[in-house]
């Protein structure tokens, strides 16, 4: 019986071994296109091994060329890159694939280690950069005010809630873990500003989980369509993210796997009790006390790393986001903006004509002219407070200083950001005449 206890768990060990295998990674790569070229580790070049990298490296095209630089790491200073398209290249300010190559490099420290790889498909590069670009803050802060504005606010909210504590989960667990990124080489880290954070478990596919089978459970009974297509959409939605992550070399497989069935736990318990949150935050007069709270203890118990890593500042982004969110909600609730609706779902779903279409479009760029006014003003004005009030350098903070700083500036940052959202951009939009007529009736 010990026996066969020892075999299965030795059995499990080596499957784990083997899903954080970087060569599972760098297959990956490869069988889209992505090779090594050549690497450079303090001053030495180190040869490829394989006759074919080697020819294909002497057949390789500059325009192809993508030059990577890894910097040693100190306990105080992380990882930075700068891109440094070549001076003279037709392309080098529309593409990535500049005839000298991408120089990606650490502003911060000593050089250790650089390395060179060649794009072979440019579809795939494009085609896993939007994949990759789904878990990103750029695409959230675009793809959620959308929703609130043109679409549905109900659902994104809700939607807004789980994504909240399934990122917040995400970003702590990678700190208490503390698995690196896939090993480089064989892989390439062709996000290389992130290989300072910890991999385990993937957040990205946690999100790409997350976000699409939300959004599908939230509108599967308020408004009529074919679920199918709703399900092929998330899974494909998740698909991508998670294959993007392998081809940008960012997570192990077992990386994946882990954030994929975390995210399925943590959904398990927050979707049922979704409504009960929202209706919470929009009605309780003392929701906006308590959510603030509630954050804030959230950011005060977060794990400590051994080491300053951006995930902790991305989990003051999360957090900050979904409490402006809350705040606005509550405040349009409450001044009778919000009402309830006229009839009850399920509703049929509308395709907007020229006269919807161009009144999104309008509401779009006013609104993401707002977040991004708010966030100039905020950026500058926090982080210079901040430093002021502890007498601190802006420009050389310790990883102490950066939980003291940074964190409290972001939250504050993207709890204006959330609120903008919410409250103050339809309240522009109401005073222009171009609200959407079911905007308030969402609850």
Known sequence: MMSESLSFGSRISSLITHLRDPYLVSGFQNFFGVYLVDSVSNGNVNSLKNDKEANDKTKTKRSNIITIKYDRFDGDNFLRHRKTPSSGSENSKNSPFTSDGEEISDVDTDLEYTAQCKIENKFW????????????????????????????????????????????????????????????PPVIHLEPQYVVEYGMPST?????????????YFTLHRYEYDVIYGILIAIGWCILVCCSR??????????????????????????????????????????????????????????????????????AVIMGTG????????????????????????????????????????????????IVATRAVFKNFTHALLCFIMRVDSRDLKSKQ????????????????????????????????IERETAFTEV
Request: aromatic fraction near 18%; include cysteine.
């Open 402 to 433: 950066k939980i003291l700083v940074e964190i409290p500036s972001k939250f504050i940052m993207y709890t204006a950001i959330g609120f903008v959202i919410t409250y103050v951009s339809p309240f522009v939009f109401r005073l222009l005449c």
């Open 323 to 370: 409490t402006g969110f809350a705040l606005g909600s509550c405040l349009n609730y409450y001044q009778g903006f919000i009402r309830g609706p006229a009839l009850p779902p399920p509703y049929m779903i509308m395709w907007p004509g020229y006269k919807v279409f161009g009144l999104a479009l309008l509401r779009a760029m006013i609104g993401i002219s707002c």
């Open 246 to 315: 392998l081809y940008m070399g960012m997570h192990t497989v077992l990386d994946i796997i882990a954030g994929l069935v975390l995210v399925t736990i943590l959904m398990s318990i927050i979707l049922p009790f979704s409504d009960l949150i929202d209706n919470f935050q929009l009605t309780n007069p003392y929701s906006p006390l308590i959510t603030i709270a509630f954050m804030l203890v959230l950011q005060l118990i977060y794990p400590n790393a051994d080491r300053w890593t951006p995930a902790r500042g991305d989990s």
């Open 125 to 184: 590069y494009y085609f896993f950069s939007f994949g990759a670009g789904l878990g990103y803050e750029m695409f959230y802060a675009s793809f959620f005010p959308f929703w609130i504005w043109n679409i549905d606010g109900a659902v994104c909210r809700r939607v807004i809630n789980v994504w909240v504590l399934i990122m917040y989960v995400g970003q702590a667990m990678k700190d208490i873990v503390c698995w690196s990124r896939p090993a480089a």
């Open 204 to 216: 990205h596919a946690m999100v790409g989980a997350a976000v699409p089978f939300s959004f599908l």
